[in-house]
Structure formats: structure tokens, C-alpha cells
């Protein structure tokens, strides 16, 4: 989830946490978050299929997160 947080962070100043919803909350916009969802999937080596996906889900680092270890498994 580390790599999630630092990968965030490189977007923002805002404080947060990993329960926050980016967007809602104005931490991100959707210009970064579509930054953020791009170096997710190449740091991770995934692709992210958002149809299937909950949008409230995807808006938050844990949300990511479990994405994340889905896709890993």
C-alpha cells in the first residue's frame, strides 16, 4: 500500500489518508488521478478494468489497494 501512498503523494501537498476519498475531497483531480491510475498499473504491471469496478472503490488508497492485490493474485 506504500507504493499506492508515495505514488499519491507525488500529486498532491494535501494531507490524507489512506480512507479518503481523493476526488470528493479535492486532494487529486481527474487529470492526476488518470496519472496516478497509469503509474499504478505500471508499477504493479496490471491493467485496471474500471467497468467492473466500484467508483467510490477506486477513489481511495485502500480501495486501490485491494484492487491491486486482486489483480496480483
Sequence with gaps: MQKIVDIVSKKT???FSV????????????IDFISIIAEIEQVFD??????ELDPKQITTIKGLWEI??????
Design 68 to 73: 491491486v492485490k486482486n489483480e496480483l493474485e
Design 46 to 51: 496490471i491493467e485496471i478494468d474500471f467497468l
Design 13 to 15: 501537498s494535501k494531507s
Design 19 to 30: 480512507d479518503d476519498n481523493l476526488i470528493d475531497n479535492h486532494i487529486i483531480d481527474s
